[in-house]
């Protein structure tokens, strides 16, 4: 892949977008490279979690910018027709990130500006530097968010405050993305990775079949009422139950035995 690299760390898969020349904006290619990455780590059935980030700038300076938004280069020149299905492009692969199984983290150093937030928002759990800078600035260019601003940053931060930044177009600083709940955490730069794989780390050495029926239960219900919600829940609930990991989890409880790590299995993506 030309601007995404793929590592696997044990349990914990790290995807980095690295195309520094465009401050990781990104293209066709890049959306086509992400979406084949997913593809790679939704067969694995290792992969337990997740991680998220940008690399370094033309210059090698890392932090420098997450993403900064789509390729403004490629899409000046779209049609109509062209636009939509540009949209449908990062649309259909940043819900790919959004319904993976497994959970992703995502680690935002420096700009997550347009498509950088929207890509931000598909995932799990965001954390970021405090050198981070968020902002969907897509109506100073003439367009509209295309790949779901409109819809997640109004779930995410609430309907008001996400109208407010896309009117105005205007950025907002990490202490504000904490303030208003579009990050969990906010770290410096040198923190933020180390953070990002001690958080992935806990998530892995759960029960992986339970950690995937929970991220499962979470989307699912969250646009659903709650009579509905509910019984998605007590499905997957239910479906814990005879699994290898809910034996032993359980069985080690009853033994009283803290020393003892729960065992888990493979799971098989079905």
Do not use: H, W
């Amino acid at each position: 892949m030309n601007n995404l690299t793929l590592e696997v760390e044990g349990a914990i898969a790290i995807l980095t977008i690295t195309r520094p020349a465009a401050l990781n904006a990104l293209n066709s290619e890049t959306l086509n490279e992400l979406d084949a990455a997913l593809d790679e780590i939704n067969a694995n059935a290792d992969i337990r979690a997740v991680i998220l980030t940008g690399g370094a700038d033309k210059k090698g300076n890392a932090f420098k910018s997450f993403v900064a938004g789509a390729d403004i280069g490629e899409m000046s020149t779209l049609t109509k027709a062209e636009g939509e299905a540009f949209g449908k492009k990062g649309n259909d692969v940043f819900r790919k990130l959004e319904t993976l199984p497994v959970p992703v983290i995502c680690a935002i150093n420096g700009f997550a500006l347009g498509g950088g937030c929207e890509i931000a928002m598909s995932c799990d759990i965001r954390i970021c530097s405090d050198n981070a800078i968020f902002g969907q600035p897509e109506v100073g260019l003439g367009i509209t968010p295309g790949f779901g601003g409109t819809q997640r940053l109004a779930r995410v931060v609430g309907v008001g405050k996400a109208k407010e930044m896309i009117y105005s177009a205007r950025n907002i600083k990490a202490d504000e993305a904490y303030r208003i709940g579009l990050v969990n955490n906010v770290y410096s730069a040198e923190e933020l990775m180390p953070a990002a794989k001690k958080l992935a780390s806990i998530i892995a050495a759960n029960a992986p079949i339970a950690v995937r029926a929970c991220k499962k239960a979470i989307n699912d219900g969250l646009d659903a009422k709650m009579d509905d919600a509910i019984v998605i829940e007590e499905k997957l609930f239910g479906s814990c139950f005879e699994t290898e990991d809910q034996k032993a989890g359980m069985g080690n409880f009853l033994e009283k035995d803290p020393e003892k790590k729960l065992k888990v299995v493979p799971f098989q993506n079905k």
